[in-house]
């Protein structure tokens, strides 16, 4: 039990939720919001089917593309046919049909690790967050960078392999990636201590936020 309450009080430490204040919650208005920090961003998106990839090209790249820390968007597909023309020079559409099937959602780190920037933002392909709540996060995230620093932040449940489906706010065990942040070198850490054989389908979270708490 004391291990257990080591683990906790660490893995604390590593990451953050923003109130809702901090990052709006839907409908997301489209506003500027000068960024505090210099830094250059890499947003990753995960697309695996026809409706997400119509929802990402029409609302989100634009939304990334206008965003002044945002100089490279990075598109994994699942389906080449999902693949749209290019809108914009900071665009890359991925085809990951044959990454998929091994992979999952740890495809994410896979093309993150590959980035030019350090600051790597993850979005899900129904995420359609304003400019001020990207801002936000970066500069929440550029305060301390040994962290991971989210939206959704969630308890875990102990002794079960779950976490809860209540969002929490300030530090927590675990950002759901579906709209976070954290530095290029956990995308590695991720890869190196992970199997290619095992695909997944979830929990990538969880163990998202081990290596930010021991690597």
């Known amino acids: 039990m004391a291990c257990m309450a080591i683990l906790v009080s660490v893995v604390f430490l590593f990451g953050s939720a923003l109130h809702d204040r901090g990052v709006p919650q839907p409908p997301f208005p489209h506003q500027a919001h000068t960024p505090k920090s210099t830094d250059r961003v890499t947003a990753v998106i995960l697309v695996n089917n ?3 990839a119509k929802l990402t090209a029409d609302n989100i790249l634009p939304l990334l593309a206008n965003h002044p820390s945002i100089s490279e968007i990075v598109v994994s597909h699942s389906t080449p046919s999902t693949i749209p023309p290019l809108s914009n020079l900071i665009e ?22 590959q980035a030019s920037n350090e600051i790597i933002l993850h979005i899900d392909s129904d995420m359609i967050p304003s400019q001020s709540s990207i801002t936000a996060l970066l500069d929440e995230f550029t305060l301390d960078r040994r962290r991971i620093v989210g939206k959704y932040g969630r308890k875990l449940k102990f002794f079960q392999t779950m976490y809860s489906t209540t969002n929490i706010a ?5 950002i759901l ?9 956990l995308c590695s850490s991720f890869l190196s201590h992970t199997t290619m054989n095992f695909r997944w389908s979830n929990g990538e979270d969880i163990f998202l936020t081990a290596e930010a708490t021991f690597s």
């Open 177 to 185: 990636t579906k709209f976070a942040m954290h530095d290029r070198q």
């Open 50 to 52: 026809p409706h997400r």
């Open 170 to 174: 300030g530090l927590a065990p675990v």
């Open 92 to 113: 890359s559409h991925i085809d990951s049909s044959s990454d998929d099937p091994i992979l999952g959602l740890a495809l994410r780190f896979k093309l993150c690790a």
